[in-house]
């Protein structure tokens, strides 16, 4: 640092349960995954097809009525529920696969818009809001692929990989993202 000032931080304590965190994904066969780690269950599959945050909520309520796997109590997960099951040992540029357990069914987008030879895979909505302010008209999601975010190099635009797989952003809720 500037000056030869060493940086400190704070330290938190933990004890307890050194397991917490590590998944333990259990195929129902019935087209859900429970994660005997948290106590959740998922469904094995993504919805198929990108929506807003909007139509994403009214796409599980859908779901809900239909009694979707034997279930109606589904919901768009927290932002700590998505992120706890992201596996960063998996990655576009690691394994050419989204960066989640394999056990779960992603689907990977087939664009020639992207210029990348690995597969792109989409981003994920959470129930999280930002509460107040500026970006109160956003929610979270993860991105379980590239998080692709347009740069401006000396007037040229570059679509790259701006986060990398794994990490949480923000968006509009409703209309068009892009």
Same mark, same amino acid.
Not at 4 to 9: A, N, P, Q, S, T
């Given at each position: ?79 700590? &529920? ?22 779960? &069914?992603?689907? &990977? ?70």
């Amino acid at each position: 640092m500037p000056g030869g000032l060493v940086k400190v931080c704070f330290v938190m304590y933990v004890r307890g349960n050194i397991e917490y965190g590590i998944n333990n994904f259990v195929d129902n066969t019935d087209g859900t995954i429970s994660d005997n780690a948290t106590g959740l269950m998922w469904s094995k599959a993504d919805s198929g097809t990108g929506m807003n945050w909007e139509d994403a909520l009214a796409w599980v309520q859908v779901k809900n009525i239909e009694n979707y796997l034997g279930n109606d109590d589904w919901r768009l997960p927290n932002i700590k &529920e998505l992120q706890s099951i992201v596996n960063y040992s998996r990655a576009p540029d690691i394994t050419d696969s989204a960066a989640i357990d394999p056990i779960f &069914e992603t689907t &990977e987008l087939t664009t020639d818009d992207f210029p990348y030879d690995n597969g792109i895979y989409g981003y994920y909505w959470s129930s999280t809001s930002h509460f107040e302010g500026a970006g109160a008209d956003h929610a979270c999601y993860i991105a379980f692929g590239e998080a692709l975010g347009y740069m401006n190099y000396g007037g040229e635009i570059v679509l790259q990989d701006v986060h990398g797989a794994g990490c949480q952003r923000s968006d509009p809720k409703s209309g068009d993202p892009t």
